[in-house]
C-alpha cells in the first residue's frame, strides 16, 4: 500500500467553527508532514513530525493545531479560521526525516483537502 | 524563502514533442527533486537525483543536475496529453533541517 489518504476532499467551515483534517498512512513511514496549497503557487510546509513529536512548525499561526496520535495518523486541527486560509491542504509522508539517513527522501502526497473558510 | 525557481512558468507544446523544464537554486543541496501535480490534486513523486549525481533517467523522463551552476533540468520525451500538469523542483537544502522546498512550478500543457 503506497497510498496516503486525506479526509475529508472537500470543508466549508465558518469562522467560529471547529474542524478537524485527517491523514493517514501504512506504508510504516515514521515522517509526516503537513503542506498547505494556494491556487498556482508551491505548497508551503506548515509542519513536520517524525516519530510521533513535532520537529518543525513554521510559524504556523495557533488556530492551526497539529496532531499525530499514532506513526500512522496525521491530524490537523482548525479553529477560528479566516478567509485568508482557505486553500488545499497537503498531507505527505515518508520513511525517515533526512536528517536521520544523511540524504533527503522521497515524500508521498495525499490528494489533498479543499478547505473554504467563509 | 523559495529555494528553486523554475522556468518556464508556463509551456505549451504538441503532443509527441519534448518538453524541457529547468530549474534553479541558491544554496548547496543534498538532492534535488521533481514532482508533478494534477489540477488541484496532490503531488506525485517523479524523480530524485543527488548532489553526486549528474543525470538520472526514469522512462520518458529525463533529469540533469549541475550544482556549478545550481540547476537542474527536466526532459519529459514523446509527450502525452496526460503529462498536462504542473511540475515542481524541490530542494534538500544542506543545514534546512529536513525541510524541502518547492520552486514555483512549471504549468505545462499538451495540446492535441
Known amino acids: 500500500d503506497t497510498e496516503v489518504t486525506q479526509t475529508p476532499k472537500h470543508l466549508v467551515m465558518g469562522m467560529t467553527n471547529k474542524k478537524s483534517l485527517k491523514c493517514e498512512q501504512h506504508?510504516?513511514?515514521?515522517?509526516m508532514y503537513w503542506y498547505k496549497q494556494k491556487a498556482k503557487k508551491p505548497p508551503e510546509l506548515m509542519f513536520v513530525y517524525s516519530y510521533e513529536k513535532l520537529s518543525i512548525n513554521e510559524s504556523v499561526p495557533s488556530r492551526f493545531s497539529p496532531e499525530c496520535p499514532n506513526s500512522s495518523l496525521l491530524n490537523l486541527h482548525l479553529h477560528a479560521l479566516q478567509p485568508e486560509d482557505s486553500a488545499l491542504y497537503l498531507c505527505?509522508?515518508?520513511?525517515?526525516?533526512?536528517?536521520?539517513?544523511?540524504?533527503?527522501?522521497?515524500?508521498?502526497f495525499g490528494p489533498g483537502t479543499r478547505l473554504t473558510v467563509l | 524563502s523559495q529555494q528553486g525557481e523554475e522556468d518556464p512558468q508556463a509551456l505549451s507544446i504538441q503532443e509527441g514533442e519534448n518538453a524541457t523544464m529547468n530549474c534553479s537554486y541558491k544554496t548547496s543541496i543534498n538532492n534535488l527533486q521533481w514532482y508533478r501535480q494534477n489540477s488541484g490534486r496532490g503531488l506525485v513523486h517523479l524523480i530524485l537525483i543527488r548532489s553526486n549525481e549528474r543525470e538520472k533517467h526514469s522512462g520518458r523522463l529525463r533529469v540533469t543536475l549541475d550544482t556549478s551552476k545550481k540547476s537542474s533540468s527536466l526532459l519529459i520525451t514523446a509527450s502525452r496529453a496526460a503529462d498536462t500538469a504542473s511540475y515542481f523542483c524541490?530542494?534538500?537544502?544542506?543545514?534546512?533541517?529536513?525541510?524541502?522546498?518547492f520552486g514555483k512550478g512549471t504549468r505545462l500543457h499538451i495540446l492535441p
Open positions: 524541490a530542494t534538500d537544502a544542506i543545514y534546512r533541517d529536513d525541510k524541502i522546498i
Open positions: 505527505a509522508s515518508s520513511q525517515v526525516l533526512a536528517a536521520d539517513i544523511g540524504v533527503g527522501d522521497t515524500q508521498y
Open positions: 506504508m510504516g513511514h515514521r515522517a
